[in-house]
């Protein structure tokens, strides 16, 4: 079993940024992907950045996205992050955490993101 714990989350004027992290623990050796998913209200869960791993190690990121969201990993710690910079009302969900594990997709309860105008 996997576990994810996101944090990071909270309010936040347009303009500003936020670190979110994902802390994952369990059986997680074998993982080939993981990253961030948000959903807006009224809206689909739609991708953000994801990290691929595989014969080479490949960093996606959505288009609304692109040059203000960065993720990272520390393998040490089993953590992924998303920085944020730059951020828009529109960038206001719940941020979900994603791990696939041999195949499993594995999900954290979600942090809220909320950004003022």
């Known amino acids: 079993q996997v576990q994810l714990v996101e944090s990071g989350g909270g309010l936040v004027e347009a303009g500003g940024s936020l670190r979110l992290s994902c802390a994952a623990s369990?059986?997680?050796?074998?993982?080939?992907?993981m990253g961030w998913y948000r959903r807006a209200p009224g809206k689909q869960r739609e991708l953000v950045a994801t990290i691929t791993i595989g014969p080479s190690t490949n960093y996606n990121y959505a288009d609304s996205v692109k040059g203000r969201f960065t993720i990272s990993r520390d393998n040490a710690n089993n953590t992924v992050y998303l920085q944020m910079n730059s951020l828009k009302p529109e960038d206001t969900a719940v941020y979900y955490c994603m791990r696939r594990v041999r195949g499993l997709v594995y999900w954290g309860q979600g942090t809220q993101v909320t950004v003022s105008s």
């Open positions: 369990g059986s997680i050796f074998s993982t080939n992907a």
